[in-house]
C-alpha cells in the first residue's frame, strides 16, 4: 500500500467528517477548520501509533490523548469552550462499525462473537474517555496549581 492510501486519504476522511460534524453541530467561521483539523490530527496520531503499539485499543487512547492536548490549546488560544473542539474532532475515532456487528452478532444469537466483539467494543470505547479524562484531568489540576500560587 501507498502512503497515499495509508496515512492521506484517511486523514482527509477524518478532517471531512469532523467538518461536517461541525457544520451540523453549529461551529461557526474558523471554528469549523480548528474542529476539522483536530479530528485529522486525531486519526494521524491513531495511524501512526499502529506500528508502535500493535493494539487498536492503545493507539485509540492515544488519538484521545492528542485530541484532548489539541482542543484544550485551541480553546485557551481562541477562548471558547473545550467541549466543542474535543466532540467533534474525537468523533472519527468513534467505533461505530463495531458497535453495528456487536450488535449484529446479538440479534443473531452467536453468543460467543457477541461477547468478544463487546469486549472489544467497549475497549475502545473506554480508551477514548480514558484518554479525554486523563488529559482534562491533568489541566484542571495544572490550572487549579497555578492559580494558588
Known amino acids: ?57 492503545a493507539q485509540m487512547f492515544v488519538a484521545a490523548v492528542v485530541i484532548s492536548v489539541y482542543a484544550e490549546v485551541m480553546a485557551r ?21 463495531n458497535i453495528y456487528y456487536t450488535m449484529e452478532h446479538a440479534i443473531n444469537g452467536e453468543i460467543d462473537a ?6 472489544h467494543t467497549m475497549g475502545l470505547a473506554g480508551a477514548i474517555a480514558v484518554g479525554v479524562l486523563l488529559v482534562s484531568s491533568a489541566v484542571r489540576m495544572w490550572s487549579s496549581y497555578h492559580s494558588h500560587v
Open 77 to 97: 488560544i481562541r477562548k471558547y469552550p473545550v467541549t466543542g473542539y474535543q466532540l467533534v474532532a474525537i468523533l472519527p475515532l468513534v467505533p461505530g462499525g
Open 1 to 57: 500500500m501507498s502512503v497515499f492510501t495509508t496515512y492521506f486519504l484517511p486523514v482527509l476522511f477524518a478532517f471531512l467528517s469532523s467538518a461536517a460534524f461541525a457544520v451540523i453541530f453549529n461551529v461557526r467561521g474558523l471554528g469549523v477548520l480548528i474542529c476539522s483539523l483536530g479530528g485529522a490530527l486525531g486519526w494521524l496520531a491513531y495511524l501512526l501509533s499502529a506500528p508502535l503499539l500493535q493494539s487498536d485499543i
Open 114 to 119: 457477541f461477547l468478544s466483539s463487546l469486549l
